[in-house]
């Protein structure tokens, strides 16, 4: 499958605990982007890498929140001192730069429940 | 904040049914997408609308693009069970082209 791929697809953990997650965009994308989903919406944007560069960061992704693209391929997400309000799904989505229309493939998301 | 209205927010209908879903903005967008999403999957590209007043065409979906690119319409002819899922409209937004969706709406076609 050359999809976009994301781990785990399912998290649980604590009220302060830490967690991160894993995507792996669709090879050669050099976009990538993160989204959040409560139930019921519409995602909302988080972040987005050309390339390792993080060009673009939404006022949802506080300092507890922080994403690295380091070699320009798969990316991290990571959530210190998670919340009950962290409780979402995380989607990635990758696309290449020079397509019009920003044609974004989605990965099937993780899906982070803080107890 | 969303800048995307889609309604209704919830539609339940019979096989066989035709239903339209809005999605309306107060901007400007220079293209328009349409996502279908399946419970813990994530959100899969139906069609993308550029121009004012564009319509196309897949299948028993119409999709249609206003003039002032500023609102769509999705047209589901004959519902079938397999159309049940939650439909995205996204304003594609900026030189980032990060995606601006919707509120949804979460459609059940019953048999």
């Known amino acids: 499958d050359t999809g976009v791929s994301q781990d785990p697809r399912h998290k649980i953990t604590k009220r302060g605990q830490n967690v991160t997650f894993r995507c792996d965009p669709i090879?050669?994308?050099?976009?990538l982007y993160w989204y959040r989903q409560t139930l019921g919406q519409g995602p909302e944007f988080l972040t987005y890498?050309?390339?390792?560069?993080?060009?673009?960061k939404s006022r949802l992704l506080s300092d507890r929140f922080s994403a690295e693209r380091p070699k320009g391929s798969f990316s991290t997400l990571e959530i210190q001192r998670t919340e009950q309000g962290d409780s979402a799904m995380y989607l990635c989505a990758s696309s290449l730069s020079w397509t019009s229309g920003s044609l974004q493939f989605f990965g099937p998301g993780t899906r982070l429940t803080v107890l | 904040t969303q800048l995307l209205e889609q309604s209704p927010q919830f539609l339940s209908i019979q096989e066989g049914e035709n239903l339209t879903v809005y999605c309306n903005s107060s901007s400007v967008f220079s293209s328009l997408q349409w996502y279908r999403q399946e419970p813990g999957e994530g959100p899969v590209l139906l069609v993308t609308v550029v121009t004012g007043g564009e319509v196309k065409k897949l299948k028993r979906l119409t999709f249609q693009f206003g003039d002032a690119r500023k609102d769509s319409s999705l047209h589901i002819t004959a519902a079938q069970p397999g159309d049940t899922g939650l439909y995205l409209c996204a304003g594609v937004g900026g030189a980032t082209n990060k995606l601006i969706f919707g509120t949804g709406t979460l459609l059940a076609v019953q048999p």
């Open positions: 090879s050669e994308h050099n976009r």
């Open positions: 890498f050309q390339n390792e560069a993080q060009l673009e």
